[in-house]
C-alpha cells in the first residue's frame, strides 16, 4: 500500500494562475479532506467528502474548489491563486472505525 | 463554528521530566478527541486518542485525559527524550462526520 500519494511535492505560482493539487489513497477509504498548514494557525480545514460525489466545505473553502469522482482521488483546485494561499497543503484520508487520519506527505506552494 | 484552542503554543522541558498540552473545544457534540504528532518536515501522525466515553488512556508514556464538563482534554508526556521533540496538535470531531477541527499546535522542544 502507498496509502495517500500528493503531487507535486513543490509549486511556485504566479498570482492568478490555477493549478491542481493531486491526491490519490489505496486503502479504500471513504473520507478524504485537504487541510492548509500555516505558521500559528496548526491545521486547517479546506473541503472534504465522506465518498464519491459528495463534499462539503471546511473552515476555509474561498478560493479552492473539489471533486470527488471516485473513491480514490480528490483534487485540489486553485482557480486564481492568491499569495494567501501561500502555505503546506495536507490530504487526509480515514475510512476505518478507529478514525484515524492518514496524511500525504504534504505539497508546498508558493504564489509570487 | 467549532473551534479548538491548544495551549501552550511552544513548550520547553529538560529530558526526563513530563510535558503537558491542554486543548479546549467548542462543540458540545465533540465525542472523538485524537492527538497528532508532527515531526520536522514530516506529515502529521496519530499517536494516541480518547472517545468521549472515557475519562483517561494511556499507552506507554503518553496519556490523554479528557473532561467531557469543562470541554477539556490534555496530553500528558512522562520521562521526555530529545525524539519527543516535535509539534503536537490536538483535534476534535463527532463520531461518524469525520470533520475533524484541529488545535494550533504546540512545539515541544526536550532539553538534553
Known amino acids: 500500500n502507498a496509502g495517500v500519494t500528493q503531487t507535486p511535492k513543490f509549486q511556485v505560482l504566479k498570482t492568478g494562475q490555477s493549478m491542481t493539487l493531486q491526491c490519490a489513497q489505496d486503502?479504500?477509504?471513504?473520507?478524504m479532506s485537504w487541510y492548509r498548514q500555516d505558521p500559528g494557525m496548526g491545521l486547517r480545514l479546506i473541503h472534504y467528502s465522506v465518498g464519491a460525489g459528495i463534499t462539503d466545505q471546511g473552515e476555509v473553502p474561498n478560493g479552492y474548489n473539489v471533486s470527488r469522482s471516485t473513491t480514490e482521488d480528490f483534487p485540489l483546485r486553485l482557480l486564481s491563486a492568491a499569495p494567501s494561499q501561500t502555505s503546506v497543503y495536507f490530504c487526509?484520508?480515514?475510512?476505518?472505525?478507529?478514525?484515524?487520519?492518514?496524511f500525504g506527505e504534504g505539497s508546498r506552494l508558493t504564489v509570487l | 463554528g467549532e473551534n479548538v484552542e491548544q495551549h501552550p503554543s511552544t513548550l520547553s522541558v529538560q529530558e526526563g521530566d513530563s510535558a503537558v498540552i491542554k486543548c479546549t473545544y467548542s462543540d458540545s457534540a465533540s465525542n472523538y478527541f485524537p492527538w497528532y504528532k508532527q515531526e520536522l518536515g514530516k506529515r502529521p501522525q496519530l499517536i494516541i486518542d480518547i472517545r468521549s466515553n472515557v475519562g483517561e488512556k494511556k499507552d506507554q508514556r503518553i496519556a490523554v485525559t479528557l473532561n467531557k464538563t469543562a470541554k477539556h482534554f490534555s496530553l500528558h508526556i512522562t520521562e521526555t527524550q530529545p525524539e519527543d521533540s516535535a509539534v503536537y496538535f490536538c483535534?476534535?470531531?463527532?463520531?461518524?462526520?469525520?470533520?475533524?477541527?484541529f488545535g494550533t499546535g504546540t512545539r515541544l522542544k526536550v532539553l538534553a
Open positions: 483535534a476534535a470531531s463527532r463520531s461518524g462526520t469525520y470533520k475533524y477541527i
Open positions: 486503502m479504500n477509504h471513504e473520507y
Open positions: 487526509a484520508s480515514t475510512g476505518g472505525s478507529t478514525g484515524e487520519l492518514f
